[in-house]
């Protein structure tokens, strides 16, 4: 073992991403000497690397333009080969691994029966298969987050006061006020607090005067169309009507957005790619390699590259060091490790939610760290994602969809009420993608009407065409396809964690994850009111809703007599809750470890309620709490 | 990553040409115009040939020349064998070829799709086969990752089909 190199550090931080980057960015800029371990590969000089693995995958997942996994021909068989993440250095979980065994599946979880599973004595549905994935690359998971950047709901943060259920944030609202504040800067969030207004009955709150720091995203016709068609929609808070007898508005606002409507930071506005999943072609949305520029830019920042943080060492009561593990790959894909250590006087974990966990279990001879809470990889969440879809009425206006960005508005309006008391509450998120996320199209419709087969539902009468009938038929249907995606703000359940497989390792002897996980009644009711709104959308719409769910596959479940489906949403959370009860929490408001106090721990892992925004604009806003209490730590 | 042109005659890339237009309600110049620099074409039909063989490839263009003063959606409904309940091997093949103009891939002639989705094709021809996928235009739209257009033009309706290659046959849009 050697140490790093002759510079002295001040910080040592473990993950290149949202977090990371905006630490290291925060800390250089004051001066400290700060070195980011990054597991994966190094930021590429172009993305034209990565669009070049998008448009040739078979699959256009969102793990689909980053180091590949998959073979670009399939077998014969018409498989798309995987590969087995025992024999890759940094294998992350993917979407082409859901449902499958360890040999292809990062993550260790039970896999599908074949029958959806009954739930417990307590109403629980167990052995389901956690369906949200994570890059481990130089940027992050967020090269292909979505853009979304809406702030949490005043009640969000406190759950147990208001509602009497789960725990309270241990950071006030107006403390996050700034928090988000300075993180729609360092975005270049485009919105317009005037449109966000009327979100005011929810408890959404702005600062008087605040201003975004770019004008809003015009919003698609799929949006302007469903606004029109549910104006003046209320539905009740609960289903059977007992608890909540409040009648709640329906409506649309356009969302807040991690994309340019003008030039920021040098980069381009957006061109409506429709593909900020799985990747920008042209950075108009920001991503964690902006800031990492920026952290590299104050001159105190160096990246060390494929380097695998494997042990934080803890003498006494402070850590001392990280080991970590630097590979090299060579073109016959055989591994070579060589292991070093790094000494610093601070330790920042900001390598996502699961590998957080995994790292801190990892350490002290896997005995664990900073686990006297016993919370270390537990309330493993999501937002849960359950998808409808319809077509509009063929005497209508095509709706027009796979046009602009995948979203650029949603219904918030449902996000907060009495109903929280009994069920999971959620946002509905318009696609701007036709049937792309629930169907494969326009592929899978193409192929039906071509083939003369009905996979996609719209070729009932399993027509093949060609020609001038071909293009009008799928003119017709494509151009009347749209959907809506619901996500919900996900239990927080002590049993849905993450551990160490015993058995599974990758390429560099590193244990995998374990996953044990499912939903529990507060979660699936949510899932039911949110089925009923989507359906009486569709109604007053006159579209014609084509939501199925299959049975026994990875995410479905049965609830009350119904089957439903739900897909990740990307968003893990949970794993290193952040609460001021050292015995019940890992980090405090600030990330900071409560038993090792040179260590911050960072990310949407600190949550300790997943709320109803897309995580990542807050957890960079507490990425910049941290970095602030990393200074005057530093100070001291 | 663009496969590199072959050496099959001019003329019979042109009939394959002429043929695609024919089986995808689209203008023959507008999938091999005259001034050419992706040579999609050329480029498809030489892969759809290693994938099929001479006999199948010939065959296929055989039956197209013989009815190729029919009217387009004649020619395509005979070689798709639309009134027929199977369709043969032959018309599986010139699925395939509809299937690589819209998608940009390869699909095994005769192979389907099952739960929900459709079949994986062999493989994504090339990054240009992607950008250029008719299915796009045909949606009045762009390739998802490859978009021409400018900020904000998704609160706007698009143009007209005829506007974006298609062989109306009247000389107007929709």
Request: charged share 15%; net charge negative.
């Amino acid at each position: 073992m050697s140490a790093d190199t002759p510079q002295q550090y001040d910080v040592v931080i473990v993950g290149a991403g949202v977090s990371g980057n905006t630490i290291a960015w925060q800390l250089g800029k004051a001066g400290k000497k700060v070195l980011i371990l990054e597991a994966g590969v190094a930021v590429p000089d172009s993305r034209e690397d990565y669009m070049e693995n998008f448009y040739l995958a078979l699959a256009k997942t969102p793990e689909s333009p980053y180091p590949s996994i998959a073979e670009r021909k399939s077998t014969p068989k018409g498989d798309i080969t995987i590969a087995d993440p025992a024999k890759l250095p940094t294998p992350r979980a993917t979407v082409l691994g859901l449902g499958k065994g360890p040999d292809q599946s990062y993550l260790v979880q039970l896999l599908p029966t074949g029958k959806n599973a009954a739930p417990d004595q307590n109403g629980n549905v167990r052995g389901l298969q956690f369906s949200s994935t994570y890059e481990r690359i130089g940027g992050g998971t967020s090269w292909h987050w979505l853009g979304t950047s809406l702030r949490e709901l005043e009640n969000d943060l406190q759950m147990k006061t208001k509602y009497g259920v789960f725990e309270d944030w241990p950071v006030t609202y107006p403390e996050m006020q700034g928090l988000w504040a300075q993180a729609e800067q360092a975005i270049g969030v485009a919105a317009s607090t005037v449109q966000q207004e009327p979100l005011e009955g929810v408890g959404l709150k702005f600062p008087p005067g605040y201003q975004y720091p770019m004008g809003p995203i015009p919003i698609s016709l799929v949006d302007q169309t469903i606004s029109t068609a549910i104006a003046g929609m209320q539905v009740p808070g609960m289903l059977d009507g007992d608890g909540d007898p409040t009648m709640y508005d329906v409506f649309v606002t356009p969302t807040p957005q991690g994309r340019n409507s003008e030039p920021y930071q040098d980069r381009r506005v957006c061109a409506g790619n429709t593909n900020c999943i799985p990747i920008c072609p042209i950075q108009a949305k920001w991503d964690p390699t902006v800031t990492l520029g920026q952290a590299l830019d104050t001159g105190n920042v160096t990246v060390s590259y494929q380097s695998v943080a494997v042990n934080v060492a803890v003498e006494g009561l402070n850590a001392t060091r990280i080991d970590y593990l630097v590979w090299s790959s060579d073109a016959n894909g055989n591994i070579t490790k060589e292991q070093k250590f790094v000494s610093a006087k601070i330790y920042v974990l900001a390598a996502h939610a699961i590998e957080n966990a995994k790292l801190l279990l990892l350490s002290n001879n896997k005995d664990g760290i900073c686990n006297t809470s016993k919370q270390v990889g537990c309330n493993l969440m999501d937002h849960v994602l359950y998808l409808t879809w319809a077509l509009i009425d063929p005497n209508d206006n095509p709706i027009w969809g796979y046009r602009g960005p995948l979203a650029t508005a949603g219904i918030e309006s449902l996000r907060d009420g009495a109903f929280r008391k009994h069920r999971s509450s959620f946002r509905m998120e318009i696609g701007n993608e036709g049937w792309n996320f629930p169907s494969g199209d326009p592929y899978t419709t193409t192929m039906d009407f071509i083939q003369g087969t009905n996979n996609a539902q719209l070729n009932g009468k399993n027509q093949r065409l060609g020609g001038l009938a071909l293009v009008q038929q799928l003119n017709s249907v494509l151009t009347r396809q749209f959907r809506i995606g619901v996500m919900f703000d996900q239990a927080a359940l002590p049993q849905n964690r993450v551990t160490l497989d015993e058995k599974y390792t990758d390429a560099l002897g590193i244990p995998r994850p374990h996953i044990d996980y499912g939903l529990d009644p507060y979660t699936m009711e949510g899932f039911r009111v949110a089925a009923d709104v989507c359906s009486k959308i569709y109604e007053r719409m006159g579209a014609t809703e084509f939501t199925r769910t299959s049975v026994g596959q990875t995410g479905d479940f049965t609830y009350k007599g119904k089957d439903y489906h739900y897909y990740g949403a990307g968003h893990v959370m949970g794993t290193h809750r952040m609460g001021t009860d050292p015995d019940k929490s890992v980090v405090d408001a600030s990330q900071r470890s409560h038993d090792v106090p040179n260590l911050w721990v960072v990310g949407s892992g600190s949550f300790p309620t997943a709320c109803t925004a897309n995580p990542t604009l807050t957890l960079m806003g507490l990425a910049f709490k941290s970095a602030k209490s990393i200074l005057a730590a530093l100070a001291y | 990553m663009t496969p590199t042109p072959g050496s099959a005659p001019e003329a019979v890339v042109q009939d394959f040409a002429d043929m695609s237009a024919a089986l995808t309600g689209f203008l023959s110049s507008v999938l091999k115009p005259s001034l050419d620099p992706v040579g999609l074409a050329r480029i498809y039909y030489e892969f759809a040939l290693k994938q099929v063989g001479e006999t199948n490839m010939s065959n296929v263009l055989s039956a197209f020349r013989v009815i190729k003063t029919q009217p387009p959606q004649t020619i395509a409904d005979t070689l798709l064998e639309v009134n027929k309940s199977d369709p043969s091997p032959q018309a599986n093949i010139v699925q395939s070829i509809v299937a690589m103009w819209y998608l940009g891939a390869w699909y095994r002639p005769g192979v389907k799709g099952s739960g929900g989705f459709g079949p994986t094709p062999l493989q994504v021809v090339s990054s240009q086969a992607y950008t250029n996928g008719l299915v796009w235009k045909v949606m009045q739209s762009h390739p998802m990752g490859f978009s021409p257009l400018t900020f904000g033009y998704w609160s706007q309706e698009p143009g007209p089909l005829s506007t974006f290659g298609v062989n109306t046959g009247n000389g107007g849009g929709q």
